[in-house]
Nanobody
């Protein structure tokens, strides 16, 4: 079992920044991929970014590439999502997720956090 707890969401003006954190516990993470997804009202949950815990390789959705950065701290078992140049369309509930295989789709992830709200005002 893996437990994930997100934090760091909030309200920010367009052009501003936020950093989300996801603290993981419950098992070793050497072969796990950690991902961030988001879900806006009335829309499906979508992939934002992921990181391979062992390799450190990262992948991003085109909509956030160049603005968001995913990183991990092995010692703290924590994954971060640094979000810069935020836009109103980034408004959503952001979820942290863990997968033994990795990928871009929600069904590839086995464990999910409770989500944290990010609201970007124009």
């Amino acid at each position: 079992q893996v437990q994930l707890v997100e934090s760091g969401g909030g309200l920010v003006q367009a052009g501003g920044s936020l950093r989300l954190s996801c603290a993981a516990s419950g098992r070793t993470f050497s072969s796990i991929t950690m991902g961030w997804f988001r879900q806006a009202p009335g829309k499906e949950r979508e992939f934002v970014a992921r990181i391979s815990w062992r390799r450190g390789s990262t992948y991003y959705a085109d909509s956030v590439k160049g603005r968001f950065t995913i990183s991990g701290d092995n010692a703290k078992n924590t994954v971060y999502l640094q979000m810069n140049s935020l836009k109103p369309e980034d408004t959503a509930v952001y979820y942290c997720a863990a997968s033994s295989s990795g990928g871009y789709y929600t069904q590839e992830y086995d464990y999910w956090g409770q989500g944290t709200q990010v609201t970007v005002s124009s």
